[in-house]
């Protein structure tokens, strides 16, 4: 029931945060600084709200102050940048918060992950396309928010501790997993799809980023990270590196890159079990700065080709890497009392 | 101690008679860049002028070149610094902390 309700909140929070930017905040004027200033609040900060998540460990609250916030920073009267104030640090605590519930509840599945995360695509796309349904938004995310304190605090002791234990040496598969999500990003920024012209192939795309995401984390559960990234990344490299310019290569090309999204969250957070809100800030983090490093190579043809194909190589070396050193650290434990793995 | 300091005041003072582009190599003044930022809008571009290749050691000095560095180093790239700063410096505490308590989350 959490996970559902997290998951609507999900789509309602990036669907807000969408209208804020390309509503009011756009009809105010020159937006490009405030659009880098609510991404750097969105996305930069999570792994340092993650830090404190972990430290403080009120999910519940924090998710349904977060829904006040941005629901708050579109609905009241503010000028722009208290509005992208706002709604990019409500943005950046309601991930961390859900996120971690998510996490925490998974029961060591990456499937309740994927629906977690997915619906954000469609609340970004359509709170892009109509900002003005932002005020049909806003009241629900404010009931979301009444909603799922009661529901947070009847979370089992067992799930806010996380029943996983800490692998011996994780750093290496955190590092590498972290620049994957930057290096993919990279590779993602540069491709471009001209077919996506109106309302309606914008819908679509963004159904087909669902869908991956979704999909991704049963996937996972079914066949393992590694098998996983071995179906995916490779056909996604190349569909998405050749086959950008027609509907359908794109399409399956976004569901199988997509597919491997809450792997290497879940891989990040499977290598620190105790940091739930850590592992999910962390990969949002490296986001950005990916983004931005994509934004400002400008590559074309076969550059662009070998630039995509590359980012995606090194993601599945990351991801098969770290899930061999995970399994290892994880067998390498002694067994424990009352263990819960 | 004094001829070694006069030996080293004549080699500054020949070396900055001897390169041709001495007064750009002096510490930047930000209230300059403006000025030199401005410069290629009012030169008109001349097919017949000498434009500055890579190879001219004097061209890297030009204004032409000032400007598209002075354009290309705003926002996105402070952005894209400060992101990798603090995923840096969140991943250091997470490991102090780390070490701090081996046994949290078990």
Same mark, same amino acid.
């Given at each position: 029931?959490?996970?559902i309700?997290?998951s609507?909140?999900?789509?309602l929070?990036?669907?807000l945060c ?14 490009? %600084? =405030?659009i880098?200033?609510y991404?750097t ?6 792994c ?12 519940g ?5 977060a829904?006040? =916030? ?13 509005r #992208? ?7 950046s ?5 859900? $996120?971690?519930?998510? +996490? ?6 990456? $499937?309740?992950?994927?629906v977690f995360v997915?619906? $954000?695509?469609?609340g970004?796309?359509?709170?892009? +396309?109509?900002?003005?349904?932002g ?14 304190v009661? @529901? ?12 996983q234990?800490?692998i011996p ?5 955190? #590092?590498?997993?972290? =620049? ?8 993602? *920024? ?11 192939? *914008? !819908? ?5 980023v669902w869908?991956?995401?979704t999909a991704? $984390?049963?996937?996972?559960?079914? %066949?393992?990270?590694?098998? *996983?990234? #071995?179906?995916?990344i ?5 569909? #998405?590196a050749?086959?950008?310019?027609w509907i =359908? ?13 809450p792997?290497t +969250? ?9 940091a739930p ?10 986001l950005?700065?990916g ?7 400008? !590559?074309?043809?076969p550059?662009?080709?070998?630039l ?5 190589l090194?993601?599945?070396?990351a991801? @098969?890497?770290?899930?061999k050193t995970?399994?290892r ?11 819960t793995? | ?10 080699v500054?003072?020949?070396a900055?008679?001897?390169?041709p ?8 003044d ?6 030199e930022i401005?410069?290629?809008?009012e ?29 290309r ?11 990798v700063v603090?995923?840096a410096l969140?991943?250091?505490v997470?490991?102090?902390v780390?070490?701090r308590n ?5």
């Amino acid at each position: 029931m959490l996970l559902i309700l997290n998951s609507i909140a999900h789509f309602l929070v990036d669907a807000l945060c969408a209208a804020t930017v390309f509503g009011p905040v756009r009809a105010a004027g020159d937006t490009a %600084l =405030l659009i880098l200033l609510y991404n750097t609040l969105a996305f930069s900060t999570q792994c340092l709200v993650g830090l404190a998540a972990d430290r403080i460990r009120r999910h519940g609250w924090a998710a349904s102050c977060a829904l006040v =916030l941005v629901a708050a920073g579109f609905a009241l009267p503010l000028p722009p940048v208290w509005r #992208i104030l706002f709604v990019g640090c409500g943005n950046s605590v309601f991930h961390v918060a859900g $996120g971690s519930m998510t +996490l925490e509840d998974s029961g060591g599945r990456a $499937g309740p992950l994927g629906v977690f995360v997915a619906p $954000g695509a469609i609340g970004v796309t359509l709170g892009m +396309l109509f900002p003005d349904w932002g005020w049909i938004y806003a009241p629900i995310a404010v009931l979301a928010a009444v909603l799922i304190v009661p @529901l947070s605090t009847r979370r089992s002791p067992q799930s806010q501790t996380s029943g996983q234990r800490a692998i011996p040496s994780p750093m290496l598969p955190v #590092i590498l997993l972290t =620049l994957a999500v930057a290096v993919r990003a990279v590779g993602g *920024s540069v491709v471009s799809f001209p077919w996506k012209t109106g309302v309606w192939l *914008s !819908l679509v795309l963004t159904l087909a980023v669902w869908a991956g995401k979704t999909a991704g $984390g049963f996937v996972c559960d079914r %066949l393992g990270p590694a098998k *996983s990234a #071995i179906v995916s990344i490779p056909a996604a490299a190349l569909l #998405i590196a050749f086959g950008s310019a027609w509907i =359908l290569p794109s399409l399956a090309g976004q569901f199988a890159l997509n597919l491997t999204m809450p792997v290497t +969250l879940w891989l990040l957070y499977r290598a620190m079990p105790d940091a739930p809100g850590f592992a999910f800030g962390l990969a949002a983090s490296a986001l950005w700065p990916g983004t931005i490093a994509g934004m400002l190579i400008p !590559l074309t043809g076969p550059a662009a080709w070998i630039l995509t194909l590359a980012s995606f190589l090194f993601g599945i070396l990351a991801i @098969l890497y770290s899930s061999k050193t995970i399994q290892r650290g994880e067998d390498s434990l002694p067994p424990e009392k009352e263990s819960t793995i | 101690m004094k001829k070694l300091l006069s030996v080293l005041l004549s080699v500054l003072c020949v070396a900055w008679m001897i390169l041709p582009a001495s007064a750009d190599i002096l510490p930047f003044d930000p209230s300059e860049l403006e000025n030199e930022i401005e410069v290629p809008e009012e030169i008109p571009a001349e097919p017949d002028e000498e434009v500055p290749t890579a190879v001219d050691p004097e061209a890297e000095d030009q204004p032409l070149t000032v400007e598209p560095t002075a354009e290309r180093i705003p926002v996105p790239v402070v952005i894209l610094c400060v992101g990798v700063v603090v995923i840096a410096l969140a991943l250091l505490v997470w490991l102090i902390v780390r070490r701090r308590n081996p046994k949290k989350g078990a």
